[in-house]
């Protein structure tokens, strides 16, 4: 696992991550294409079955190689995590206090910390979203974007002057700038002409496009590869 990279709660519990179309173990250089069909014995899967074949047969799966990575990686201290991982094999506190040599108080104590340690993490993560939140607004591609790197770190100012200098009054950018950043910015600005409640033909997001930029095309790709929007894999409907 690249510990420079952070990832969000729902591919930890997947194991994986989706960028584009790619879907990327998070444990290994195992990557799987949306769209394309894999060959398993006599089935065929999808990407998301062959990706979950994979972390069954060479991770044992998301939450056995969330465990391997050790209690530093969890926060917890030893005793917390012998529990936890007796607890994930659903035996009872008598079960484990014979197992560490430990009394079923100890087990129930411990399980209340780890409750408790639970709720922490929740409102730890409330505070960081809100303060983020506050801070700018969301500029990330889509739910799996694993490059949170200073590309996102931009506050509504600094949003706000990009925008000016790129975009005219009109909407129109004569210009599509090259950096992440000020692409990122537009990319997020734009998406604002589509609704989340409709769906949309290519024809209708190259006419939307075209409102604002000359090579449309180029930056219908770039809605996509960002995540901004997504589309049917015959091409024929967009959504946000």
């Known amino acids: 696992m690249d510990r420079d ?32 069909v894999y060959p398993q014995g006599e089935d065929l899967l999808t990407a998301p079955l062959a990706m979950q074949m994979h972390l069954a047969q060479v991770h044992q799966g998301p939450l056995a190689v969330l465990l391997a990575q050790g209690r530093e990686s969890l926060g917890l201290a030893q005793a917390q995590f012998e529990i936890l991982q007796l607890q994930v094999k659903g035996l009872t506190d008598t079960v484990i206090a014979q197992r560490l040599g430990i009394s079923t108080s100890t ?24 303060m983020h939140t506050g801070q700018q607004e969301t500029l990330l591609p889509h739910p799996g974007a694993t490059q949170l790197d200073e590309r996102y770190d931009i506050t509504p100012a600094e949003q706000q002057k990009i925008i000016s200098n790129l975009m005219d009054k009109k909407g129109w950018i004569s ?64 959504w946000v």
């Open 5 to 36: 990279i952070v990832y969000n709660i729902v591919d930890y519990q997947h194991g994986y991550t989706q960028l584009g179309e790619v879907l990327r173990c998070l444990y290994c250089t195992q990557t799987y294409r949306m769209g394309v």
């Open 107 to 130: 087990v129930r104590n411990q399980r209340f910390k780890l409750r408790e340690k639970e709720r922490q993490a929740i409102r730890f993560l409330a505070v960081l979203n809100t």
């Open 175 to 238: 210009t599509w700038p090259s950096k992440e950043k000020r692409k990122l910015v537009l990319l997020a600005k734009l998406s604002e002409e589509f609704a989340p409640q409709k769906n949309y033909s290519e024809k209708a997001v190259n006419e939307i496009l075209h409102q604002h930029v000359d090579d449309y095309v180029t930056v219908r790709r770039y809605m996509i590869e960002y995540g901004f929007l997504h589309r049917t894999r015959d091409g024929r409907t967009y």
